[in-house]
């Protein structure tokens, strides 16, 4: 099986936890996209989905899915997104599509998160996939000098606006044992946006799709 079928096969089983009525948040990403079309093919009648990209409102307009205002909502039932990688406790390195303020909001908003991947984005220790940083543009090159002293190697994402008009540095080379300290210390960075670790609110339920069928954790 290849890497969309394994996405397509998480995707899947997350529907079955979307109920008639309910409000969901929606996150950004190729996952996050096939989700969206089996929502739409299952015709399940939802009120609307909190959408958090410019990619994710477009594709659930395109399906007739009303994107809700997150300001006229209350508390979401369900927040679906993907993943870069992910712990063995649902701890989530996320923003490799740049969209991880509107993801971190929409998933604090929720009183549930279920997190679809295919097995390869399970990993023992976070970091080895770069961690994304969504800074203020006049703090880029002071944020990078603060990610430096914590051990890492930022990289700016050249050519790249998040919706929110800001840039990302992607911080390489981190082992990242204890990513609530680091969430923390990294939010506390004057100019930091959002910092693309989800662990002070991980993942509630991981579905991963594997050769051997899904598995959830
Ligand atoms: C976007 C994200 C995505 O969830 C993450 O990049 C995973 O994407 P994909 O489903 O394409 O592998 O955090 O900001």
Redesign the pocket.
């Known amino acids: 099986m290849n890497a969309d079928q394994l996405?397509q096969q998480a995707a899947l089983a997350a529907l079955t936890h979307v109920e008639e009525d309910s409000v969901l948040g929606i996150?950004?990403?190729?996952?996050?996209d096939l989700f969206i079309d089996a929502l739409a093919a299952q015709k399940l009648r939802i009120r609307g989905a909190v959408s958090s990209s410019e990619r994710s409102t477009t594709r659930l307009k395109r399906h007739g899915i009303d994107v809700l205002d997150l300001n006229t909502t209350g508390e979401l039932d369900l927040y679906i997104?993907?993943?870069?990688e992910s712990d063995r406790h649902r701890r989530l390195i996320?923003?490799?599509?740049?969209?991880?303020t509107r993801?971190k909001i929409v998933a604090a908003a929720s009183r549930r998160f279920i997190c679809i991947a295919d097995e390869s984005k399970l990993v023992g220790v976070l970091g080895k996939f770069p961690l994304p940083v969504e800074v203020i543009p006049m703090a880029r090159s002071y944020v990078a000098r603060q990610l430096v002293a914590l051990g890492g190697q930022p990289v700016y994402r050249e050519g790249f606006v998040t919706d929110n008009g800001n840039q990302i540095l992607d911080v390489h080379g981190l082992s990242i044992v204890d990513p609530v300290t680091m969430e923390s210390e990294i939010n506390q960075l004057a100019g930091v946006v959002t910092v693309g670790l989800f662990a002070r609110r991980p993942a509630d339920l991981l579905i991963l799709g594997s050769p051997n069928g899904v598995q959830t954790i």
């Open positions: 996405k996150g950004t990403g190729s996952t996050v997104d993907g993943a870069d996320k923003g490799g599509g740049g969209a991880l993801e």
